[in-house]
């Protein structure tokens, strides 16, 4: 009995219960603090994130205006000189390619050894410039690569004469190893090439050469050519069947049109990311058919000249890119005097012949670049936010700088002969170095895509 009448009078005490209310207040109020301010700060930190990725994204921005205003600047530059033969013959092409080629950093990076005017000019351009971070752009010449787009079958232009015999539209590639000296079409000179480098990474890896012992390079270069050509065109091809019943497999239904980006080789059957990355530096999507002979690749030198040995390759870079005399090739006769004359590795005719089979095949050659690959990064605090452009500047088809044949004068003032007024001899077109002069020009530079990093 005492012990309960003891219990409850401790259960009928009530010192201390709000002490106890109090703490118990304290604490829910400290948690609600504590939350709110990790809320704040979290909130804080992703609105200076997002200030900071905009600062950034916007810097990169510029950098793609100015990268694009300079090839502008290049394309005024070339029409220029293109449309005035003085100039045509005194300024070397590596002088307007410095419109474009030279990267551009900001902050402007000073060397210690700068002039102090140098400096002064760079330290009030920044202080007068509204922009606010780090910026880097870079343009790159990419007019060395082969168009994989020429091995699809446009219909369109498919046998666009009924008299004309038809063409050949078949995907049967010759797999001889001297077939690359008489057929240069795309798809023979991506087999020729594929093979070559796969070859040389068997050599060097055994587990590549585990995976790739049985590779069918025919039914790559198909599957390829039919995923791209028009609906229907290779209807009469006996090899398309197959290529057709691998699509189903995956499953996928075939673009039936161009390639638009090399990220859809990797949808196509049998193409993987080892052999895309074999040709990537060969191959390219983009509508240029112009090879740059300043910016030939090793592998894409071997296409032009079979018959050069790895020595050969390896002096001819050598010649080229020396870095105490630089040779800039300016024009196709440039290339044959090293390859006929210089080294003579070919004859003059042989060469001759070579070079029209690829332009048969619609490629040129020049010094001239029109397809570009911008690289815009901004950055500021610790976001980065870069654009990679593919650019290209189109041309336009060339006009005949002098009168045609029977008028006198100069374009565009063009007229008849007076009576009695001698008239020109007429130009020999069998001649190349006779043909009338032939003025290009550039086109504005439109971009065909652009990547976000």
Not at 31 to 54: H, P, Q, V
Not at 63 to 85: D, F, H, P, W
Not at 141 to 169: F, G, Q
Not at 265 to 278: H, K, M, S
């Amino acid at each position: 009995m005492r012990l309960k009448k003891e219990l409850k009078s401790i259960l009928k005490n009530e010192r201390g219960v709000a002490i106890m209310m109090i703490m118990t207040a304290i604490i829910l109020l400290m948690a609600i603090y504590g939350e709110f301010t990790f809320e704040s700060k979290i909130s804080r930190i992703k609105a200076t994130n997002i200030l900071d990725r905009a600062q950034s994204k916007l810097l990169a921005e510029s950098g793609m205006q100015l990268a694009i205003t300079r090839l502008r600047l290049y394309k005024e530059a070339y029409n220029k000189v293109q449309g005035n033969a003085n100039a045509k013959n005194a300024v070397p092409s590596q002088l307007l390619n410095q419109l474009w080629e030279v990267p551009f950093i900001y902050p402007i990076p000073v060397g210690g050894n700068a002039s102090r005017a140098f400096k002064d000019t760079v330290e009030k351009f920044e202080a007068e410039s509204l922009l606010e971070g780090e910026m880097k752009v870079s343009i790159q010449n990419i007019s060395n690569r082969l168009n994989l787009n020429l091995l699809r079958i446009d219909m369109t232009k498919y046998n666009p004469d009924p008299n004309a015999e038809p063409e050949d539209t078949s995907s049967t590639i010759n797999m001889a190893d001297n077939a690359i000296l008489t057929d240069v079409s795309v798809d023979q000179s991506l087999y020729f090439l594929l093979k070559r480098l796969v070859d040389e990474k068997k050599e060097k890896d055994e587990a590549f050469e585990d995976r790739y012992s049985n590779l069918n390079y025919q039914e790559l270069l198909t599957s390829l050519k039919y995923y791209m050509s028009d609906f229907g065109s290779m209807a009469q091809d006996p090899l398309a069947g197959e290529a057709e019943t691998n699509f189903q497999r995956i499953p996928l239904t075939p673009k039936f049109g161009p390639l638009s980006s090399a990220s859809e080789l990797y949808a196509i059957p049998g193409w993987n990311d080892e052999l895309i990355e074999l040709i990537q530096n060969e191959f390219s999507v983009y509508p240029s058919t112009q090879i740059d002979f300043n910016k030939l690749t090793a592998n894409m030198l071997r296409i032009l000249i079979p018959s050069m040995t790895e020595d050969d390759v390896r002096e001819f870079f050598l010649w080229r890119d020396d870095p105490e005399k630089p040779q800039f090739i300016n024009t196709k006769e440039d290339f044959k005097k090293y390859i006929v004359t210089q080294e003579r590795l070919m004859q003059e005719t042989d060469f001759d012949n070579r070079l029209k089979l690829f332009e048969s095949k619609g490629i040129t050659f020049g010094s001239n670049p029109n397809l570009f690959k911008i690289v815009s990064e901004g950055s500021y605090n610790r976001s980065i936010y870069t654009l990679v452009a593919y650019v290209v500047l189109p041309k336009s088809e060339p006009t005949v700088s002098k009168c045609p044949e029977g008028q006198i004068g100069t374009p565009p003032n063009c007229r008849l002969p007076n009576p009695g007024e001698e008239v020109p001899p007429p130009v020999n077109n069998n001649n190349n170095n006779n043909q009338p002069d032939q003025n290009t020009q550039l086109l504005e530079p439109r971009i065909i895509e652009i990547q976000i990093n």
